[in-house]
């Protein structure tokens, strides 16, 4: 029953800023990383960024690292990705998954394989 359902996505100018939200239900986050991904039109679906379950540990692609920021709440079922300085080429649709972990600093390594279960997407466009 882990449901994972992301919003904030839209259109946004080169250089603005956007919020993502991830509400999870149907589980205690405790077990859970929880990473995002992004991915455009006909290319490989990418992972941006991780979180471990206590959200003492992240990890960033170097393509959004020092731009973007993942946090969580665990009492509020939620995970934010901060972005900042957005580009043309961040323009995707950005999903949240998660992994079961068995510890709380666990931390996946940012590959779709490792997470079993998916948002819908939202879409992010970042045009001038």
């Known amino acids: 029953q882990l449901q994972l359902v992301e919003s904030g996505g839209g259109l946004v100018q080169p250089g603005g800023s956007l919020r993502l939200s991830c509400a999870i239900s149907?589980?205690?986050?405790?077990?859970?990383?929880i990473g995002w991904f992004r991915q455009a039109p006909g290319k490989e679906r990418e992972g941006i960024s991780c979180?471990?379950?206590?959200?003492?540990?992240?990890n960033y692609a170097d393509s959004v690292k020092g731009r973007f920021t993942i946090s969580r709440d665990n009492a509020k079922n939620t995970v934010w990705l901060q972005m900042n300085s957005l580009k043309p080429e961040d323009t995707a649709v950005y999903y949240c998954?998660?992994?079961?972990?068995?510890?709380?600093?666990?931390?996946?390594?940012?590959?779709?394989?490792?997470?079993?279960?998916w948002g819908q997407g939202t879409q992010v466009t970042v045009s001038p």
């Open positions: 998954a998660a992994a079961w972990v068995p510890g709380v600093s666990s931390l996946p390594d940012l590959n779709r394989r490792d997470f079993g279960s």
């Open positions: 979180i471990s379950s206590s959200g003492g540990s992240t």
């Open positions: 149907g589980v205690t986050l405790d077990y859970y990383a």
